[in-house]
Antibody, heavy 121, light 111 residues
Framework: EVQLLESGGDLVQPGGSLRLSCAASGFPFNNYAMTWVRQAPGKGLEWVSTIIASGGSTYYADSVEGRFSISRDNSGNTLYLQLNSLRAEDTAIYYC??????????????WGQGTLVTVSS | QSVLTQPPSVSGAPGQRVTISCTGSRSNIGAGYDVHWYQHLPGTAPKLLISGNTNRPSGVPDRFSGSKSDTSASLSITGLQAEDEAHYYCQSFDSSLSHWVFGTGTKLTVL
C-alpha cells in the first residue's frame, strides 16, 4: 500500500524558512518522480514543484521559483521541500504526491494528507 | 486565477447524474494535453479519479467517467451517492505557463 506522510509544517514569520518532509513507503521510491502541491485557505489546488526520480531535474511554479527548493533522499525514501523567504501568501496545506511523469501528460496518482504551513507575524 | 475553469458548485439528488466541466484553451486542453481528475474531501488526501482523459484507476467505481472534446473536458458521475460529496479538480499542462495546472475546483453537493 502506497503511503505518503508529510511533516514539518509550522507557524513561521514572514521572511522565515521551513523544511517540509514527505516519508514514502509501499512503492519503489527511487523509480518515481515526486511533486509538491499546495492549497491555500479557501482556495483550490496549486502545483508547486516536481523532481524526477533521480533528482537530476527539478521544476517550479513561478510563484515559488528562487525561494523554494525541492530535493529527495532515495536511500531514505524521503522527499523534501525547503521554503525560504516565506510570504503570507505561502500559507497553505502542502501535499506531496507520487507522480506519473509523462512530460505534458504528467499526473499525480497518490497523495499524502498534507502539512500546514502558516506564515504570519 | 487558473487557466482551467470549472463551475464553483454543482448538486444532485442521490441516484442522479451530474457532470462537471473543465474549460481550457488552445494552450492546454485544446493542445491535446491529457486531462486528469481528482476528488478531494477537505482534511484528507486528494484521490486520483480519472487519468489520461478517460482512464479509471483500479478501485474507482465505474460510476465515474471522463471525456474530452476540443478545449474542454468533463467528469460525469452517475448514481450519485452521499459519499460523493466532495471537491473535484481537473488538471492538465499549459504550454503558455510551461507547467502543470489545476482547475478552479467544483464543490459537489448531494442533496
Amino acid at each position: 500500500e502506497v503511503q505518503l506522510l508529510e511533516s514539518g509544517g509550522d507557524l513561521v514569520q514572514p521572511g522565515g524558512s521551513l523544511r517540509l518532509s514527505c516519508a514514502a513507503s509501499g512503492f519503489p521510491f527511487n523509480n518515481y518522480a515526486m511533486t509538491w502541491v499546495r492549497q491555500a485557505p479557501g482556495k483550490g489546488l496549486e502545483w508547486v514543484s516536481t523532481i524526477i526520480a533521480s533528482g537530476g531535474s527539478t521544476y517550479y511554479a513561478d510563484s515559488v521559483e528562487g525561494r523554494f527548493s525541492i530535493s529527495r533522499d532515495n536511500s531514505g525514501n524521503t522527499l523534501y521541500l525547503q521554503l525560504n523567504s516565506l510570504r503570507a501568501e505561502d500559507t497553505a496545506i502542502y501535499y506531496c504526491a507520487k507522480t506519473r511523469l509523462a512530460a505534458v501528460h504528467t499526473y499525480f496518482d497518490y497523495w499524502g494528507q498534507g502539512t500546514l504551513v502558516t506564515v504570519s507575524s | 486565477q487558473s487557466v482551467l475553469t470549472q463551475p464553483p458548485s454543482v448538486s444532485g439528488a442521490p441516484g442522479q447524474r451530474v457532470t462537471i466541466s473543465c474549460t481550457g484553451s488552445r494552450s492546454n486542453i485544446g493542445a491535446g494535453y491529457d486531462v486528469h481528475w481528482y476528488q478531494h474531501l477537505p482534511g484528507t488526501a486528494p484521490k486520483l479519479l480519472i487519468s489520461g482523459n478517460t482512464n479509471r484507476p483500479s478501485g474507482v467505481p465505474d460510476r465515474f467517467s471522463g471525456s474530452k472534446s476540443d478545449t474542454s473536458a468533463s467528469l460525469s458521475i452517475t448514481g450519485l451517492q452521499a459519499e460523493d460529496e466532495a471537491h473535484y479538480y481537473c488538471q492538465s499542462f499549459d504550454s503558455s505557463l510551461s507547467h502543470w495546472v489545476f482547475g478552479t475546483g467544483t464543490k459537489l453537493t448531494v442533496l
